[in-house]
C-alpha cells in the first residue's frame, strides 16, 4: 500500500529532518521543559505519535492485520504418516483509532504535521507541573489551568519534614502509571527500548509498502544495533542467506509492530492500559 504522511527515517545520531535523536544526552534532559517536566523522554511523544499518525492511515485505508495459528489436525499428514497435518489459522484485527480517546491530540494535524510544529500547540497535554507554594488564596483560582489536577493541603511547617512527608503519603490518591488519562494528560505505560521502536516503526513501513524480508533487512541504514541483536541479513555457514533465519526475524519485528499500532489506535502506548491481548491464541 501506498503511505502518504509515513515515512522512513535513518538512523542518524542527532536529530535532521526525520531523523529521531538518541544520544544519551538527550534522553537525560529530555524530561524537563524549562520548570515543568514530562512523565517519559520527549522521544516517547514522538513516537507515540509517529505510531498514531501510522495508525490513522491504516484506518483510513480500512487496513486489517492478519497472524497465523498452526493448529493440528485430526488428518495424518502425508509427508510423515506418524504426524498429525497441521493448518495455519488466521487471526484478524482490524486497525481502528479511537478518535474519542483522542479529543484533544486534533487528529486532522497528527496526520499532516511534523512533530516538532505540533509539539508546539499540544505539549501542555502532557506537561506535569512543579510542586509550589500557595502564598495567597487569590493564586487557587489558578488551578482551573491545571485541569483538576491539583489538591489543596494543610501542613504545620513546625513538623519535621520526614513527618510531613510521611503524611502526604497517606494523603494523596494511591495512583500508579496505568496508562488511564488523566483529564488534560496522556499517560506512558511501560519501557520499550528506543532502538526498538525506531527498528519497527521502519520495518513495518517497508512492510506495508510490500517488502519482503530480504529487501528490508538489506536497508541497514534503516535498523539500529539493539543489545544481543542482529543488523543485516542472517547468513548461513556457507555464506548464502539464510531465508529462514530472515523470516523469524522479520516476523517478530511484525508482531510487535502490529500489538504497537493496535495499542496506540486503542488510545495506548507501549503496554494497552486495560492489558488487552491482541491476537490471542486458542
Known sequence: MNLTYSKLIRKQTEERGRAIRTSRKHK???????TESLQKEINYYRWWFLYLKLALELDAEGHTFTEYQQVKTKKRSKVDPQ????HKRPLRHKVKVDRMSYGEWDLDEVLTDKFDKWWKTHKHLFIEHETVQIESFEEIEKWRDFGGNTSLYRIDTRKPTNDIINELRQLLPKQSRTGNKTQEGYDITGYMQDEILFNVYNYMVMNLKGWNATKILEKEQYFKQVRNGQIGLSLDDRGNVDYQRNSERTRELRNKGHR???TVADGYFIKHGKNKQFFARK
Do not use: D, H, P
Not at 537525560?28 to 524549562?34: K, V
Open 28 to 34: 537525560t534532559i529530555g524530561r524537563t521543559i524549562g
Open 83 to 86: 504426524k498429525f497435518s497441521v
Open 260 to 262: 504497537l499500532i493496535l
